[in-house]
């Protein structure tokens, strides 16, 4: 009913830049929040950055001040831009998104299918 598809991942040295992007699709009423996680080997997912749909954001301290948030309400899609990039945010990104369906109107969260960043020394 739902897919929510990632774009954007890579190969960068460290230092440099990436923007992930996430759109939404599908029997959607609204969208409440969307947000990226990783998920680094070995390691428990985590939450990266979240925006709410009035546009309120919320960071993890390890990327304060290097990744921006943004969304395009209009086409339920969300960004992640991402500068001086560290090889310790290597991870596979997710895209999350937690919406109103239409079909059913019931509100439940998706993930997207994971895109890989990796960020070399």
């Known amino acids: 009913q739902v897919q929510l598809v990632e774009s954007g991942g890579g190969l960068v040295q460290a230092g440099g830049s990436l923007r992930l992007s996430c759109a939404a699709s599908?029997?959607?009423?609204?969208?409440?929040?969307m947000g990226w996680y990783r998920q680094a080997p070995g390691k428990q997912r985590e939450l990266v950055a979240s925006?709410?749909?009035?546009?309120?954001?919320n960071y993890a301290d390890s990327v304060k001040g290097r990744f921006t948030i943004s969304r395009d309400n209009a086409k339920n899609t969300v960004y992640l831009q991402m500068n001086s990039l560290k090889p310790e945010d290597t991870a596979v990104y997710y895209c999350?998104?937690?919406?109103?369906?239409?079909?059913?109107?019931?509100?439940?969260?998706?993930w997207g299918q994971g895109t890989q960043v990796t960020v070399s020394s």
């Open positions: 599908g029997s959607i009423f609204s969208v409440n929040g």
């Open positions: 925006i709410r749909s009035g546009g309120y954001t």
């Open positions: 999350n998104a937690d919406l109103w369906v239409a079909a059913n109107r019931r509100r439940d969260a998706y």
